[in-house]
């Protein structure tokens, strides 16, 4: 099974002092899934011996892929912005597989110097998808849209409104999808076979 590093969004609870990294339990069991053993990574280390201790981590678990996960915008957690930085240039180092998931796509969608606008009628609700690959409405929480496609991807799904919903990169096997795959109703054999695909080579 492929190891793959997680990032994690982070949690604060009001009157608390304690920030915490989370991964929500749906996301752990669709990437099983999809064959790939879940490996969170912890925003802590932005602060707790920078690139060192993360080096470290690397030598310790070996992971073959990233998932980007999904909760909260781009421009709210430094810690974890750095951390996935680092995680996407081990990445696109090594060419290992990444799938961004609503933020996680919207930090992909950033770091190729894309916009993002606010947009408020994707929130709880299920968006039909134009595609080639004839993916199921997708389960969006996301409050931003990206603005067109974002520099060196190619869009592979759109929402009716025109907005891009899912891209893949050229040359790497980088996807992002702007809705939580692990959140539908009924799984999705498209994308599943989709993805299977880009992390594994094969369809499955």
């Given at each position: 099974m492929m190891t793959v590093a997680v990032s994690q969004r982070a949690i604060k609870i009001s009157g608390q002092p304690e920030v915490y990294d989370?991964?929500?339990r749906g996301l752990s069991r669709y990437l099983i899934s999809l064959g790939l053993m879940p490996l969170p990574v912890p925003n802590s280390f932005y602060f707790a011996g920078g690139s060192e201790v993360f080096e470290l981590w690397?030598?310790?678990v070996q992971p073959s892929g990233v998932i980007l996960s999904g909760g909260g915008d781009v421009t709210d957690d430094e810690p974890r912005n750095s951390l996935e930085d680092r995680l996407l240039n081990l990445?696109?180092?090594h060419q290992m597989p990444v799938l961004g998931i609503c933020r996680g796509a919207q930090k992909l969608a950033v770091r190729a110097g894309a916009t993002l606008t606010k947009d408020g009628n994707h929130v709880g609700v299920y968006t039909a998808l134009l595609s080639e690959f004839d993916f199921a409405?997708?389960?969006c929480f996301h409050d931003?849209?990206?603005d067109g496609t974002p520099a060196g991807y190619t869009a592979i799904a759109r929402s009716l409104g025109g907005p891009t919903e899912a891209f893949q990169h050229k040359?790497?096997?980088w996807v992002g999808v702007m809705w939580h795959p692990e959140r539908q109703r009924t799984?999705?054999?498209k994308l599943l076979e989709y993805l299977r695909h880009n992390f594994h080579g094969q369809s499955s």
């Open positions: 989370a991964v929500d690397l030598q310790q990445a696109e180092h409405p997708g389960a931003f849209a990206i040359s790497l096997p799984s999705d054999p």
